[in-house]
């Protein structure tokens, strides 16, 4: 009995730190796809903003800020859709050690 609790709690612990890597590795390429997408907006923004200024007509302002925001939409969906997968992972990471643990105890159970 000692000898199965020992290999559950070895691959609990070995679980944990495989979870906290793919946590890690996930939290970051989210808060990293977050930046790039932030710095890309001010920078769209601020070439709107040029943009705007340079304009002669109403008819270009309403061109320019017309295309400003089919771009702004198409790269906020492409945004969301990265950001929802980004957060699929994730969860999947949390609930990987769990999974696993489940399948070692059933594959334990099995065997008796």
Known sequence: MTKESNS??????GQLNEMTL????????I?????????????T????????????????????QTEYAKTAYADFVAEATKMGELH??????????AQQAITAMQGIQCTK
């Open 31 to 43: 808060f990293a796809e977050g930046a790039d997408y932030t710095k890309k907006s001010v920078e």
């Open 8 to 13: 559950i709690q070895d691959a609990g612990n």
């Open 88 to 97: 699929s992972e994730l969860a999947k990471a949390a609930f990987r050690p």
């Open 22 to 29: 793919d946590f890690t590795k996930t939290l970051q390429a």
């Open 45 to 64: 923004r601020l070439a709107l903003g040029e943009k705007l200024l340079g304009a002669k007509s109403f008819d270009t302002v309403i061109q320019i």
